[in-house]
Each structure stands twice: as structure tokens, then as C-alpha cells.
């Protein structure tokens, strides 16, 4: 096994302590660091099908994104300029009303794992508040929102359709959240819906290649 599959299967298989110096051993075998960083991602995919298959559940998911992390920091002198985020900036953050992070905190670590910089507004984030991270951020090329309680779809509503008016370009939208389907996506104007963590680093990457 070369070492960038040993580094691919490792990532999978969530082996935080193991993942750097493997990355390092392959730096030092003359891999390309962005081979490295393309066999990781890939790993994370797999996590991501096999969670929303129901293979794997959340603990793993979060331990094989810890691992793909501490590769990354290995790499990162490596890379050139931002292949890490090649695919641009993601603002995302749990709508107006709702303090729920921990599937927010799981879609941005797969979508940050897919190639993107994140910029992570934490909980109970105003429609404005978006708006304004849009703008504040260069090259932003999704925003995520994200919402668990029925009681907060209004809020979702809003902020979509804030977001929207606001007269910014150059992103896609994509909503997820446990009362969140892809016809109330439809209904509100996101672009994309996305069931779980791991649906949502596909989409994400799918949306932006496509645009």
C-alpha cells in the first residue's frame, strides 16, 4: 500500500494520532501535497456515504474529521497558496431562534474537508447577519444554513429570502436541518437541501463546480 492510501484508509478510519506523520511520510516519499489533501478528501467522502447510509454514525464521522485535520495542518506549509480551499469561502451558520450546533458543527467540518474556507457564524444568526458575512468575506461561494427546530422555519424563510434581496451574487444557498425537506428548499428559494452531513459536502462541491 503506498503511503497516500495508507493516509486515504487512515483518514477513514478516523486514526487521529497516525494520520501526520503518514502525511509526513508521504511528503517525504515526493507525493504532491495536493494529492495528499485529494486522497483525504476522497476518504472523507466515503465517510460521508457511509454515514448517510447509516453505516457510520456521528461519533466516527467526527473522529475521522479530527483526523483528516490534523493532516491538513502537516500540508498546509505545503500547499500552494489555497489549494486547501480551492472551491472557495462557505458561510454558515443556525438560523434566528435556534441554539442547535452540533449538526451545523458536523456540516461544516465535511464541507471543510470537501475544499472549502469556512466561516462559521455559530447559532441564533440574524438574516442580517449573513448578509453581512457575505460581504465581509471575499470569494464566497455558498452559505449554509441550517435550523433543527419546526419553530424556526420562518426564520429560514427569512433568511433566504434576506439573503436573496440582498443584491449579492456569486453563491449558491443550501439549507438543512431535521424538520427542513427538499420542498420546503423549493418553497423558500435555497438552491440546494441537503439530508445530512455527508449529503451536504457532495452538494456543496457539486453546486459550486456547476456554477
Known amino acids: ?23 509526513q511520510a508521504a511528503l517525504d516519499e515526493g ?16 465517510v460521508g456515504d457511509k454515514f448517510s447510509s447509516g453505516e457510520l454514525f456521528v461519533p466516527e464521522m467526527l473522529i475521522a474529521a479530527k ?18 480551499t480551492a472551491l472557495g469561502t462557505c458561510v454558515i451558520g443556525t438560523v434566528r431562534g435556534d441554539l442547535h450546533d452540533i449538526g451545523k458543527n458536523l456540516v461544516a467540518m465535511m464541507i471543510e474537508s470537501a475544499g472549502f ?6 447559532v441564533d444568526v440574524s438574516a442580517a447577519k449573513f448578509v453581512e458575512a457575505i460581504k465581509a468575506n471575499p470569494n464566497v461561494k455558498l452559505v449554509a444554513c441550517s435550523g433543527l427546530l419546526s419553530t424556526t422555519m420562518p426564520a429560514m424563510k427569512e433568511t433566504v429570502a434576506t439573503i436573496k434581496e ?4 456569486g453563491f449558491k444557498v ?10 420546503f428548499a423549493a418553497e423558500i428559494g435555497a ?7 455527508g449529503k451536504a459536502a457532495s452538494k456543496a462541491k457539486e453546486l459550486v463546480m456547476a456554477a
Not at 483526523?67 to 486547501?84: D, I, N, Q, R, S
Not at 440582498?166 to 451574487?169: E, F, N
Not at 443550501?174 to 420542498?183: L, Q, S
Open 1 to 23: 500500500m503506498s503511503k497516500i492510501e495508507e493516509v486515504k484508509a487512515n483518514v477513514e478510519t478516523g486514526k487521529t494520532k497516525l494520520v501526520p506523520g503518514l502525511v
Open 31 to 46: 507525493n504532491p501535497a495536493e494529492a495528499i489533501l485529494e486522497a483525504m478528501v476522497a476518504a472523507m467522502g466515503v
Open 67 to 84: 483526523a483528516m485535520a490534523k493532516g491538513v495542518e502537516v500540508l498546509k506549509p505545503h500547499l500552494a497558496g489555497t489549494a486547501a
Open 117 to 122: 474556507d469556512m466561516v462559521d457564524l455559530g
Open 166 to 169: 440582498s443584491g449579492l451574487t
Open 174 to 183: 443550501i439549507v438543512g436541518g431535521a424538520p427542513v425537506t427538499p420542498e
Open 191 to 197: 438552491d440546494a437541501y441537503a439530508p445530512d452531513a
